[in-house]
């Protein structure tokens, strides 16, 4: 049996939630779904999907080997399309869209050197912090920072991302280094305010157990730019992500604490509907993506 194949259906039996959603897709029996299936888990040697009678849920294994095969997919096609269409070019419109914040840091910054690699490709850039829908809205590609919700996009990793406590020097030297999450109550915390804030408060591993604490002080804002601004002008302790504050680290304008208990870290991801027949002008962005922020001393620079 075709190994490939095994490979894009269990992508699209997990994109899609059901051995029959995925054979209707394709236009076989569900029969034969479920046989690639079982010669997949057996040739690996290892169970990936959980199975009931109601739906079907990856397992541990099953989750890690799918970001594996959804790249592989993609790189295959990739490969197939610039041999097939000639080395033909890249061309046509690419919409995409991201995070603001991030957006403006790491999005909007590297759009001149892709367009100058590929001059017949235009762009449309979408900066917000609502979640867009990629499809009704036909938008090509969205950067998303942080935990995927469960969906029938494709994710590629693009980058991990850690969330950091920081402080400016100075505020340091004046309220003493906190040396234990706990340590945070008696400093002055600048937080997202209530209405803004989606998350489950600042997140540390204390214990081997990842640990939410919401911390308060006198200042809080709903932009967190704001915050940024903030902690750089000495004002308090803010828990940032590495993609904002990565520079600043570098420059010695912050300093990292409590890096004993930072938590595991989370992905900015690359997202799009489907991986088949994916433009090249999609592939080309994504790839330029990864390789950006692949170099190990991109985060590090002056944004």
Request: include cysteine; charge should be positive.
């Amino acid at each position: 049996m075709d190994r490939l194949k095994q490979i894009e259906t269990f992508v699209a039996v997990a994109a899609r939630g059901s051995l029959t959603a995925a054979a209707h897709a394709e236009g076989v029996a569900p029969a034969v779904i479920g046989r690639r299936m079982d010669a997949l888990e057996e040739r690996l040697g290892v169970k990936l999907l959980q199975r009931t009678t109601r739906r079907i849920s990856l397992t541990h294994e099953g989750s890690a080997f799918l970001e594996n095969c959804q790249r592989l997919i993609q790189e295959f096609n990739a490969a197939e399309a610039s041999v097939s269409a000639g080395g033909v070019k890249a061309s046509g419109h690419l919409r995409v869209t991201g995070p603001a914040g991030f957006g403006r840091r790491h999005l909007a910054p590297l759009v001149p050197a892709f367009l100058a690699r590929h001059p017949e490709v235009s762009l449309s850039l979408n900066l917000s912090d609502r979640v867009v829908d990629l499809v009704n809205e036909s938008y090509d590609c969205a950067v998303r920072v942080g935990d995927l919700p469960d969906s029938s996009l494709v994710s590629v990793r693009l980058a991990d991302n850690r969330r950091l406590c920081v402080a400016a020097p100075a505020y340091l030297q004046r309220a003493g280094v906190p040396r234990h999450p706990s340590e945070l109550s008696r400093h002055h915390c600048l937080t997202l305010s209530s209405e803004a804030s989606q998350t489950r408060g600042w997140a540390f591993l204390i214990d081997g157990a990842v640990t939410h604490l919401r911390p308060t002080g006198r200042l809080d804002c709903s932009d967190g730019q704001v915050l940024h601004e903030w902690c750089r002008e000495g004002l308090g302790v803010a828990w940032r992500s590495t993609w904002e504050v990565q520079a600043d680290i570098s420059a010695g304008r912050l300093v990292s604490v409590l890096d004993d208990f930072a938590a595991p870290p989370n992905g900015i991801y690359a997202v799009f509907p489907s991986a088949r027949h994916l433009p090249l002008r999609v592939r080309l962005w994504i790839d330029f993506l990864k390789h950006s922020y692949g170099d190990p001393s991109y985060w590090g620079r002056s944004t």
